[in-house]
């Protein structure tokens, strides 16, 4: 029986001990929420063809973020209407599925009743070219497995057979080490490649359950944090950043208006969970995130979300109280909905200069 070498077994150690660290902080977070100056923010994570239940939103919340682009009304959203219109630019074989609202009929009472107001700051990325991410995506995770199962099944070279000569031959050094490092970095390379996808079906599986479970928040976690170091995924990263910057305004423009820091229950599909990092880190960063796009495809984005005013504000909403589920099923009491804009005036400067609009 083979027994561990202990530098083996320290380098095992220290990845088991980093991967509990990390564990721990992320659930933290998770029940603590993420306090900054700008606000403290309580994160919530779902599929998109599953809502989460009104007992999962905090009763001290202020400002309620769902991650949807407003069309007609709040009330009549759904799930197959946003994701046809972002991601396929209309008609898409998904619009007959089941409707799933994006804000469920007791949500919204309970929001109403607890005078929570709702906010919006989405960013409709079609010019990004949302699908063919994905496919490059599709072939780095095939280039990755296959480069991962020919790397772990690769044997060690065969030793040559001696040759009788009559001056001794020294055997060539460093050609073990080196074999070593190569594969070594062929299997970081190649897991670094699956990744996303990995991450992605732990997604799948662990969201979508009513309550926020350790594993449901572990695995939104860790398909977000994939967007930071995986430029494929640059689409996601942009809408972080932008969802981050708008939450950041509103967050001091509530403390500017009330002298308190606002509670935020946001609530993202789990691949957006990049979002608290960013949140962290404040708008001078993602304000930075934003600028350093090409700007001939900020102009693309901008226009395609109704100029730079639009692009650099978020929408907030405050419901009527008495407002009942009827009155959600047929639309009516929209009218007495207050509205107002949120934007961040740095940054609509910032984009103004760079365009030259």
């Known amino acids: 029986m083979e027994t561990i070498s202990r530098r083996n077994f320290f380098k095992l150690s220290s990845a088991v001990v980093g991967a509990g660290l990390t564990a721990g902080t992320e659930l933290e977070a998770g029940k603590e929420g993420i306090h900054t100056p700008y606000g403290n923010f309580r994160f919530l994570y779902e599929r998109h063809d599953v809502s989460i239940n009104s007992e999962d939103i905090p009763a001290n919340t202020d400002i309620f973020y769902r991650e949807l682009t407003l069309k007609e009304n709040l009330f009549r959203q759904s799930a197959a209407e946003i994701f046809s219109s972002r991601y396929f630019g209309g008609e898409s074989p998904m619009t007959p599925i089941r409707e799933v609202s994006f804000l469920s009929q007791d949500i919204i009472v309970?929001?109403?009743q607890n005078r929570i107001e709702i906010m919006i700051g989405d960013v409709d990325l079609r010019k990004v070219d949302y699908l063919a991410s994905r496919v490059i995506r599709?072939?780095?995770?095939?280039v990755?497995?296959?480069?991962?199962?020919k790397t772990l099944s690769s044997k060690p070279g065969q030793p040559s057979q001696k040759i009788e000569t009559s001056q001794n031959v020294e055997p060539t050094k460093g050609e073990n080490p080196r074999r070593k490092f190569l594969k070594t970095a062929a299997t970081l390379g190649s897991v670094w490649a699956i990744s996303p996808t990995i991450s992605f079906v732990l997604k799948m599986f662990g969201t979508g359950t009513p309550e926020q479970t350790a594993f449901k928040r572990l695995a939104s976690r860790l398909e977000g944090i994939q967007s930071h170091f995986h430029p494929e995924l640059a689409d996601n990263f942009f809408r972080d950043a932008m969802t981050a910057n708008k939450l950041l305004a509103a967050g001091e423009e509530y403390k500017k208006i009330h002298a308190t820091k606002a509670n935020f229950t946001v609530l993202l599909e789990g691949g957006h969970s990049g979002v608290e990092d960013l949140v962290r880190l404040g708008p001078g960063v993602t304000r930075a995130i934003v600028l350093s796009w090409p700007t001939d495809m900020l102009e693309a984005i901008i226009q395609n979300n109704n100029g730079v005013e639009d692009f650099s504000s978020a929408r907030i909403f405050k419901l009527p109280g008495d407002i009942t589920s009827e009155d959600i099923l047929n639309g009516g009491k929209w009218e007495a909905v207050a509205?107002?804009?949120?934007?961040?005036q740095v940054l609509l400067e910032e984009l103004r200069r760079k365009l030259q609009t």
């Open 339 to 344: 509205g107002r804009r949120v934007t961040d």
């Open 144 to 149: 990755g497995f296959y480069t991962l199962l």
């Open 110 to 112: 309970k929001l109403a």
């Open 138 to 142: 599709g072939a780095e995770f095939g």
